[in-house]
């Protein structure tokens, strides 16, 4: 089998396994988020993408970690952060976006996805907001 086509399957296989997309708890915490590849929950009106972005930027600043990429606007943003010293395919996206309920946080560490490390960005990033 081609290493394309090995790759390919496995960004599938989460999907395939099930379990995907539905609302689970969050270990130790009360909350429920969503897992698709990535770890996303709905926030209270009051909060804002902007906010968002700061909070996950300490987040990142705390855990060592070295921003790679950062995109601002009124309605939407997301940051992207590297391991330092740490691989270059691997990274997290977190990405905030207004709706009309609230504040849609997304954690994604690409390529593949990993709900546990993601989980616990969110818990950082819900605690740095005073959510959690």
Known sequence: MSRLRTLALASLAPALL???GSPQPIADTGLV???????TRTLVPN?????VQAA????VESRGWVLVGRYTSEERSRIRARFAGGSVVEEYQITASAQPGGTLIEIHLTPFGDRTRSE????DVLTVLGEL
């Not at 988020?33 to 990535?38: G, H, M």
């Not at 616990?120 to 818990?123: K, Y």
């Open 120 to 123: 616990l960005v969110l818990r």
């Open 56 to 59: 996950a930027e300490q987040v």
């Open 33 to 39: 988020a969503t897992y698709d590849l990535a770890v």
């Open 47 to 51: 909060v804002d993408p902007l906010t």
């Open 18 to 20: 099930g379990g995907c």
